[in-house]
């Protein structure tokens, strides 16, 4: 069984390019969630998707960022016109569903270098 | 807004000594998690403890949940260098009447046992 699959693993953009994550989460979990991890830190929570729906997006900057995660595909996390700021790692989990003990299995992340 | 404060940063011991690692917060958690992350990868899930004061035993890692589900700990016993790594504490929350699985991180311990 595939663990969580994220491509690419690393990516390098200029300033004012356009960033496309992608994440395809386990077979059967319907559950998306995405992270966010700057250097030496934890993981900050950016948005939470199911099937054609974000159910959560508190985290996640309202301008220049959005994702998806459609009927069929995987979850694709979105970031227009970069700025050096936006490098990090970005770590999307997936679940089978959102009972409390259900554990979150993390992709192995995408290195975002903004030049 | 919850947080978790993770503590200490850094740790760096002698092999065969012992440690503990300590993530508290002033919010209650439906559960929480702690995970060993490599360098550029994921971090991979240890354990979840979800009923308060509960200990959970992993060969040579001993983890609590607090009486009132605010506060965990990590104890290693006879550190080895294989055990060199980012150790991160996460909370999961109550969603309203929903409970969902968004994860608050702790800024993670980074552990170094020297041979």
């Known amino acids: 069984n595939a663990g969580v699959m994220q491509n690419p693993r690393h990516l390098v953009r200029r300033r004012g390019q356009e960033a496309r994550l992608r994440c395809s989460p386990m077979?059967?979990?319907?559950?998306v969630y995405w992270y966010r991890q700057l250097p030496e830190e934890g993981l900050k929570f950016m948005v939470y998707?199911?099937?054609?729906?974000?159910?959560?997006e508190s985290g996640m900057p309202k301008e220049r960022f959005s994702a998806e995660f459609p009927k069929e595909g995987p979850s694709i996390l979105r970031i227009q016109q970069v700025v050096r700021g936006d490098s990090a790692a970005y770590f999307c989990?997936?679940?089978?569903?959102?009972?409390?003990?259900?554990?979150?299995?993390f992709g192995p992340g995408t290195r975002l270098t903004v030049l | 807004t919850q947080l978790l404060e993770q503590s200490p940063q850094f740790l760096s011991i002698q092999e065969g000594e012992n440690l503990t690692v300590y993530c508290n917060s002033s919010s209650v958690f439906s559960s929480l998690q702690w995970y060993r992350q490599e360098p550029g990868e994921g971090p991979v899930l240890l354990v979840t403890?979800?009923?308060?004061?509960e200990v959970k035993k992993l060969k040579r890692l001993t983890f609590q949940f607090g009486d009132a589900r605010k506060d965990s700990s990590l104890h290693i016993t006879a550190a080895q260098p294989g055990d060199t790594g980012l150790y991160l504490c996460a909370g999961e929350s109550f969603g309203g009447g929903t409970s969902y699985g968004k994860l608050t991180f702790g800024q993670g311990t980074i552990l170094t046992v020297h041979p």
């Open positions: 989990a997936s679940s089978p569903a959102q009972a409390i003990t259900d554990t979150q299995y």
């Open positions: 403890v979800v009923t308060g004061g």
């Open positions: 077979k059967g979990h319907s559950h």
């Open positions: 998707l199911q099937k054609e729906n974000i159910i959560d």
